[in-house]
C-alpha cells in the first residue's frame, strides 16, 4: 500500500477534531495576534489563517460568514475582520513563523506565529460619514 495522494499532517487526531483544532488555533491567533505552538502546527496554520485574513481584507457579509464558520468564536472573527484586516497593508505573506525551544517533555520543536505587519498602530482612518439630510417635515393645516 503506498501513500499517494494522501497530503497534510495528521496530528494523531481524526477529521473533525484536526478541523476543530485549526479553528482554535486560528481563533487564538486573531484574538492574541500571536501564539506558541508546535512547528508542524504552525507550518499547517499559515495557509489556513492566511486565506480567512485574505477573506477578510476584502470585506463584506459573505466573507464574515465564511470567517465566522472557520474560527470557533463570534469575537475573533469580528476582531479580524474589524480591527486586524483594516491595519494589514501587504498583498500576501501575512503571518510569520519563527523557531523557539524546544519542549520540556517530549522534546518537540516550538514555534511563534505571529503577524508580520505591527497591528498594534493607530487604524487606518475611515472615510467620516455625513449625518443624514433632515427631511422637512409636511406641515399640516388646520380646516
Known amino acids: 500500500m503506498h501513500r499517494h495522494g494522501y497530503k497534510g499532517r495528521k496530528f494523531g487526531r481524526e477529521r473533525d477534531q484536526r478541523r476543530a483544532l ?4 486560528a481563533d487564538s491567533l486573531f484574538l492574541h495576534t500571536s ?7 504552525a507550518k ?3 495557509p489556513y489563517a492566511e486565506k480567512l485574513v485574505t477573506k477578510a481584507k476584502k470585506g463584506g457579509l459573505i466573507n464574515r ?10 469575537e475573533a472573527a469580528n476582531k479580524l475582520v474589524d480591527e486586524i484586516a483594516p491595519k494589514i497593508t501587504r498583498d500576501s505573506g501575512y503571518l510569520r513563523i519563527e523557531k523557539t525551544d524546544t ?17 498594534s498602530a493607530a487604524p487606518v482612518a475611515k472615510a467620516a460619514k455625513k449625518p443624514a439630510a433632515k427631511k422637512p417635515e409636511a406641515k399640516k393645516e388646520a380646516k
Open 65 to 74: 460568514r465564511a470567517i465566522i464558520a472557520n474560527v470557533q468564536t463570534k
Open 35 to 41: 501564539i506558541e505552538t508546535t512547528l508542524e502546527k
Open 44 to 46: 499547517d496554520l499559515r
Open 22 to 25: 485549526m479553528k482554535s488555533l
Open 103 to 119: 519542549r520540556r517533555g517530549d522534546n518537540a520543536q516550538m514555534a511563534r506565529i505571529s503577524f508580520v505587519d505591527d497591528l
